[in-house]
């Protein structure tokens, strides 16, 4: 790293260093390093600060042993931020966890997430109803046309499940979601309103329909 192309004036000396998990990814914490602080870490590959409150370099750790050491580092685009990876020996926050964001719990964006962007995206194409398009047709056609599509690919959803290859049945199910997400778009309900029923019926304990 060419430390001599960071900017270290727009921050009065010092830029922001975010700390960041090499292995899981997770946010650390963030700290503050001047040019000196960052040559040392380069140097020790341990993350060096510059304690503003006690002005001068700390190096994290130093005192607790909860080290930080470095796996990688790279400068944002406008050469002012540093992302470090490392391998944490122990807790990073002074609290005893492992983050100093440890007030609630992030979970990442799991695959099921597309659904969202799927419903986002046939939401547009009701705004916009662009020509040559397979949804705007059944919008066009309205709620029947619409809940006889969700029938039909009901019925071949079930006709397939009784095959023992899965290769059709996976078809009918995707066909039978995407018409099911038209169908709750032109009725003007949403998947979260869907995931809260869910939800709600969980909560009660109703193993009638959630087992």
Sequence with gaps: MNIDKLD??????????IIQDAETFQVLMLGYMNKEALETTLEEERVTFYSRSKGRLWTKGE?????????????????????ILANPHGPTCHTGKKSCFHQKTFKPK???????????????????????SYTTYLFEKGVDKIAQKVGEEAVETVIEAKNESTKNFVGEVADLI????VLLVEKGVSLKKIIEKLKKRHKKGNHKHLG
Excluded: W, Y
């Excluded at 270290?8 to 260093?17: Q, R, S, T, V």
């Excluded at 799991?110 to 040559?132: G, H, T």
């Excluded at 995407?178 to 997400?181: E, K, P």
């Design 8 to 17: 270290f004036e727009k921050g009065d000396g010092l830029i922001p260093a």
């Design 63 to 83: 005192t607790s042993g909860n080290h930080l050491d470095v796996i990688d580092i790279q400068k944002d685009c406008d050469d002012d931020t540093l992302l």
């Design 110 to 132: 799991q695959k099921l997430a597309f659904l969202n962007d799927l419903e986002e995206l046939i939401i547009s194409r009701q705004k916009e109803m662009p020509d040559d």
């Design 178 to 181: 995407f018409h099911l997400m």
